[in-house]
């Protein structure tokens, strides 16, 4: 009997033991919630985020900032890929994620409700969170004219004066893309080569560093994206570039007919995601009024949900219409835009 009660007691303690062992772990495991983020974005552009994020909620996030082969990599991983979500620039590569099968498919009411049904993968593999037009840097010295279509562009009147990154940056292949779609393909490659003809110098930099070329008078129109001149007006750290940006107006190409070609940045689920909860509370955050604010104000984008306006200094440049053109036509026409630019020798600068 003594043995039995003995027995019976330890059993009792063990139980408690292990239950005490498993609340122990399962309070502070709140606490211990993660992401595992992919991105492609800079790291300083989503950090404002992510503070935000871990201060709401409590959930630590890591990102991994990859330059390239973001999917590759995820590929490569399979089922042990440690990524929760992937947050990306360009329809492109959202479309290119997708295709190779590394996200999967999220129907969230939250999400749903935030942002538009245009933004959104209608798959469920992809939302968008900001838009960016890709808009003309004109010299403000030099170029009188306020308005300006992208058809223009291949103008000889433009000889030698416009700059532009390499025609195989994503950014060019949607606006690119958008030609094909609205021109077809035969005029699309007209255009080009009209464009082509018109370079100052052979395709190189980033998109900053075509409005440092009309700054220091290489040329007087430029090809980049609305919230780089948000970054380079507000750039502390290298105030030369906010000397770039003063030299620059910005002109939206046909604002007065189809409207300008927007891009996007957005993210993804990933497809074995093995936080998945807490990365579907990090997707409802940042499509979120308070995020797509600070999306607005430190990044300089335009928010997609409806009601959050853009920051004062974006909203100084004028009133952006986008070209209602679909995401997916645009993702659908960029192979044909790629072989475009290889065709017409884009990056080898004028031909004539
Ligand atoms: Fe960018």
Same mark, same amino acid.
């Given at each position: ?121 209608? !798959? ?8 960016? =037009? $890709? ?5 403000? %010295?030099?170029?009188? @004219? &306020? ?72 040329? !007087? ?8 001149? =948000? $970054? ?5 750290? %290298?105030?030369?570039? @906010? &000397? ?109």
């Amino acid at each position: 009997m003594k043995i039995h009660t003995a027995r019976r007691a330890f059993a009792v303690a063990a139980i408690s033991a292990v239950s005490f062992a498993f609340l122990a772990d399962a309070a502070p495991a709140s606490a211990a919630e993660e992401v595992n983020i992919y991105s492609y974005r800079e790291p300083q552009l989503i950090k404002p985020l992510l503070d935000a994020f871990t201060e709401e909620t409590g959930i630590q996030t890591n990102a991994v900032y990859i330059e390239k082969g973001l999917v590759a990599r995820m590929e490569a991983e399979g089922e042990n890929s440690p990524a929760d979500v992937i947050l990306t620039v360009d329809i492109g590569r959202l479309d290119e994620a997708e295709q190779a099968g590394v996200t999967q498919s999220i129907d969230d009411e939250t999400i749903n409700s935030n942002i538009p049904a245009e933004f959104r993968d209608p !798959d469920g593999n992809w939302f968008a969170l900001t838009t960016r =037009g $890709r808009v003309v840097y004109a010299s403000r %010295e030099r170029v009188e @004219q &306020d308005s300006i279509t992208y058809e223009e562009l291949a103008d000889p009147k433009w000889k030698g004066k416009i700059c532009i990154r390499s025609g195989q940056h994503s950014y060019n292949i949607g606006l690119f893309a958008s030609m094909v779609a609205h021109l077809g393909e035969e005029k699309a490659e007209e255009w080009l080569a009209g464009v082509r003809d018109n370079l100052a110098r052979k395709p190189n930099g980033n998109d900053r560093a075509q409005a440092k070329g009309i700054y220091s008078g290489e040329c !007087d129109i430029g090809i980049g994206n609305t919230y780089y001149v =948000g $970054r380079m007006m507000t750039n502390e750290k %290298e105030p030369e570039q @906010q &000397d770039w940006a003063k030299a620059i107006k910005v002109l939206f190409p046909n604002n007065d007919d189809r409207g300008t070609h927007v891009n996007v940045s957005g993210m993804a689920m990933a497809k074995n995601a093995p936080n998945r909860e807490s990365a579907l509370k990090l997707m409802q955050f940042l499509s979120s009024e308070e995020a797509q604010q600070v999306y607005a104000e430190q990044v300089y984008e335009y928010p997609v949900k409806p009601g959050v306006a853009p920051s004062d200094l974006v909203a100084s440049w004028g009133e952006i219409k986008p070209d209602s053109l679909s995401l997916s036509e645009i993702a659908e026409k960029r192979k044909v835009a790629s072989e475009l630019v290889d065709k017409v020798g884009f990056d080898n600068g004028p031909a004539s």
